[in-house]
């Protein structure tokens, strides 16, 4: 934590150098001084502070400067750090200055040239205020804050990355944050370019991209090398497990996730299924626990970068991302995992990020305490989420279109629904479409039976309606099923000319797909089991086939 900062702004360069001196004899331990010869200067001072988060725990300002009078300084100063003690430098012709300021600014003292000796005309006075400023303030996050307004789709998707990718962050509303408004009103875009991400260094990005987003917070965003042995596609459980098996065992291996390590099963509350953990874990834990453990072992973890295709040319397996890089390698898995599907109604487009969000959305928690949401969605991913708003929502309510939550949902998820008062479940409903100006106020829940139109007040919809694969950059290129998941091994189907694209041999191994070198695992791959034991599984299994093909070449 920075030390909390005394601003002193004299335009008479010996004065300034006097006050400097005697305050830095008493105050140095405790304070960073900083001078400004200038109001202008001073206010540059006190702005670049705020921008890195720091404190000013007090400003003296000598009246008598010609540009900007310091009772003009601390009027602007104040606004941007409001705790701050203000004191002027007077002299005796100006006292009734000061005593005017005392009632413009709530100035907390005046002091008159010259205070000799300091020990008893400066320091007691400041020793008092700067204690009473001590107990009074709460020294600032030295972080990564996040500026914005509450219901702002760009601000969700800057903190959720933030937190999925367990960067520390502060998140600070600007309607109720009256000094980081001023601050962000000033700089270019003003309040009309939300949020503003300010950085411990002084910098900050306006609507940050999440590629600048992750290079801005030290994430790894460039390969470290021309070629690899293996590149993983997506860091969901199976990629991570793949990485840290290829790599512990001497592959140079990179793995190339969009958004954050741990794909779905990063987002889960508590998954209570996984092997060891008998009190469960979060998705945010078992993530954390697999990326550092396959760095440890040597695998380069892309974040924020997205591959758009991949293409073969013998012995190499090339993949594009989509700043254009291309990415050599002599093998590539794909575990690209699945997305939630999307919700079609009228009126969901313009409130997702406002109140819509799909899956679960962890960092809004705090957001809707106290107030009624909804899940829509009856499998577990969907119970999960429940049970997990439920200790900050006041009513949540579930919106199931089966007749009873049992076929697809876990028996000990069912029970532990029914078993928390503030949830309800309506079943055999739809969402019909939902509404609200600034953000989601309705939701119109149709009965699947009936027809009959319900309209529900809710804060928050967060939607669980089952997940399509993410094979788009494969298309045309590997064996996919009618849905989308990747055909591997005996799976891939076989004319008379044998497997398309298929100039080997032998057989494909399992989780290799129809062109050899490039394998699949986890949820994306056809007949796989999707759960996150499987896709460890699978991620971990394939290694042994992929040293197999690595011998080959
Ligand atoms: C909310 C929720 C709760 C769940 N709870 C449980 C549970 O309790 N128990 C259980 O067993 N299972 C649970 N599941 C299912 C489980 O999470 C999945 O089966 C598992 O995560 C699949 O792992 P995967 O690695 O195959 O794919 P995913 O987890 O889907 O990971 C795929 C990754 O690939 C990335 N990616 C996609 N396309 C690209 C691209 N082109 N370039 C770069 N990266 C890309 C994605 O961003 C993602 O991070 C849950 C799922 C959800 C959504």
Not at 155 to 179: C, G, H, M, T
Not at 238 to 246: K, P, Q
């Amino acid at each position: 934590m920075a030390k909390p900062t005394i601003v002193c702004v004299d335009d008479d360069t010996e004065v300034l150098g006097a006050i400097e001196r005697d305050l830095r004899q008493h105050y140095r331990n405790e304070f960073r001084l900083i001078k400004a010869s200038s109001g202008r200067e001073g206010l540059e001072v006190a702005t670049q502070l705020k921008q890195r988060g720091q404190s000013i725990a007090l400003f003296l300002a000598d009246q008598r400067m010609p540009e900007m009078s310091g009772t003009e300084f601390l009027t602007e100063a104040i606004k941007l750090h409001p705790d701050a003690c203000k004191v002027l430098l007077t002299a005796y012709a100006d006292t009734e200055a000061a005593i005017v300021s005392i009632n413009k600014i709530n100035l907390d003292h005046y002091l008159m040239k010259p205070w000799d000796p300091p020990e008893e005309k400066l320091y007691p006075v400041l020793d008092d205020l700067l204690s009473k400023w001590s107990m009074r303030v709460r020294l600032p996050f030295d972080g990564i804050r996040v500026a914005g307004t509450r219901f702002s789709p760009q601000s969700f998707e800057v903190k959720d990355f933030l937190s999925r990718n367990q960067v520390p962050y502060q998140w600070v509303d600007i309607d109720e944050d009256a000094p980081t408004r001023e601050l962000v009103s000033s700089m270019e875009g003003g309040l009309s370019k939300l949020p503003v991400v300010l950085f411990p260094d002084g910098s900050h990005l306006t609507v940050p991209t999440t590629l600048e987003l992750a290079e801005k917070a030290g994430l790894q965003i460039r390969a470290n090398r021309p070629f690899y042995d293996l590149v993983i596609v997506g860091g969901g459980p199976a990629g991570l497990a793949n990485a840290v098996y290829g790599a512990s065992e001497g592959l140079r291996t990179l793995l190339v996730e969009q958004k954050a390590f741990g794909g779905q099963a990063g987002t889960s509350s508590r998954i209570e299924n996984y092997l060891g953990f008998p009190a469960g874990i979060t998705g945010a834990d078992l993530a954390q626990r697999a990326t550092a453990q396959a760095r440890r072992f040597g695998a380069e973890m892309l974040t924020a970068q997205e591959v758009v295709s991949l293409r073969r040319e013998d012995p190499y397996r090339i993949v594009k991302l989509s700043d254009g890089t291309e990415i050599s390698s002599f093998t590539v898995l794909i575990s690209t995992g699945m997305e939630v599907k999307k919700l079609e109604v009228p009126g969901i487009e313009p409130l997702i990020g406002i109140g819509v969000y799909y899956g679960a959305a962890l960092s809004e928690a705090a957001t809707y305490r106290g107030h009624d949401i909804c899940i829509v969605g009856g499998a577990n991913s969907a119970g999960q989420g429940a049970l997990f708003f439920s200790r900050y929502a006041r009513k949540v309510t579930m919106l199931v279109r089966a007749a009873n939550l049992s076929p697809s949902m876990s028996m000990y998820l069912v029970e532990r629904i029914q078993a928390t008062k503030n949830i309800e479940v309506i079943n055999k409903v739809e969402v019909a479409s939902v509404s609200g100006t600034e953000k989601l106020e309705h939701i119109d829940v149709r009965n699947v039976e009936t027809g009959k139109e319900d309209r529900l007040d809710a804060s928050a919809m967060f939607i669980f309606i089952g997940a399509a694969p993410r094979s788009d950059m494969v298309a045309g290129v590997l064996e996919r099923d009618e849905k989308g998941f990747i055909l591997t091994g005996p799976d891939l189907p076989r004319t008379a000319r044998g497997i398309r694209s298929w100039n080997l041999e032998r057989d494909p191994y399992l989780f290799e797909t129809n062109i050899p070198g490039v394998f699949a695992a986890g949820d994306i791959r056809a007949s796989a089991n999707r759960r996150v034991a499987a896709a460890v599984g699978e991620g971990s299994a394939a290694i042994y086939t992929i040293h197999r093909y690595l011998q080959t070449v």
